[in-house]
């Protein structure tokens, strides 16, 4: 169990962080695997950007997605740089209004990456230009600023470029468990979910997708640095894996109809004692008015 909450009081941030118990706690250093929450706010308008929790995401309209508590590997850029770094030394808790310059999130923003780009060049693709629409150009993301006559504005820095920002953050714990921390690189890496089983220091995953046998290796270096296991990629046929899918559904409903079934026979029991009871009162009750 967790130790109970201590508020602490700072000039620059609210902190609501753990009171340390008997043992202490250790505190989060770099390549270790954390879980967390937070909510990320641009400082200049308070706009809601990025958040891990799915009430926040309703009431700020961030539409769809998974909302969700989060694995990282600190210091390994999976946060951005200010975070990232902000993360080491602290302990599990809450941690509010943590300012991070743009410096530090996702840079200045770059005059050279604001292209103005003739108009014609959308039109001939049936695309009408309009302010804020989001283009993809030469596979690189831009936002359309302005559409003046024939031209058109295009500005390729990342919408949050140039501006502070500022997070809560829950710490929820330290990772330590080894399957979890593959699964969590896989997930963020590559975006991919897999069946992750580690034995003898050694982690199979099973995947049904097809990873490029470069990704592969890349993401075998990386699994041995930070999780300290050797990593071996299985391809799944997918109608194994329906088939795995189906074995696990039957056997649930087994053993529902097993419960069910007991149940029945207990509420059978019951009755039939309940039955025997009331037939020996009204014996009982005969022979009495006999007498």
Request: proline fraction near 3%; hydrophobic fraction near 30%.
């Amino acid at each position: 169990m967790f130790a109970p909450y201590d508020f602490i009081s700072t000039a620059n941030n609210k902190t609501l962080k753990m009171q340390p118990d008997s043992k202490g706690f250790m505190a989060i250093k770099e390549k270790d695997f954390v879980e967390i929450n937070f909510t990320g706010r641009i400082q200049e308008s308070g706009q809601v950007f990025d958040t891990t929790d799915p009430k926040v995401a309703k009431e700020n309209n961030l539409g769809e997605g998974e909302f969700k508590p989060i694995i990282v590997c600190v210091g390994q850029g999976h946060l951005i740089k200010g975070l990232d770094e902000w993360i080491i030394g602290k302990e599990p808790g809450k941690y509010e209004n943590i300012t991070v310059p743009a410096i530090k999130a996702y840079g200045k923003k770059d005059a050279k990456l604001i292209r103005m780009i003739p108009t014609q060049q959308f039109t001939k693709y049936k695309i009408k230009p309009e302010r804020g629409l989001q283009v993809n150009i030469d596979g690189i993301v831009g936002m359309i600023r302005t559409v003046t006559g024939g031209r058109t504005v295009v500005d390729f820095n990342h919408p949050l470029a140039g501006k502070d920002l500022v997070y809560d953050i829950e710490i929820i714990r330290k990772v330590d468990d080894k399957k979890e921390q593959v699964d969590s690189l896989l997930k963020l890496l590559v975006n991919v979910d897999a069946q992750t089983e580690i034995k003898e220091g050694k982690a199979k995953i099973k995947v049904t997708l097809d990873i490029p046998e470069e990704v592969q290796e890349k993401l075998k270096e990386t699994i041995k640095d930070l999780v300290g296991v050797e990593a071996e990629f299985v391809k799944e046929d997918k109608k194994e894996e329906a088939k795995g899918e189906a074995k696990k559904e039957t056997e649930e409903k087994k053993e529902d109809s097993a419960e069910t079934k007991t149940e029945e026979e207990k509420e059978k029991k019951t009755e039939k004692k309940e039955e025997t009871t009331e037939t020996k009162a009204e014996k009982d009750k005969v022979d009495s008015d006999s007498d």
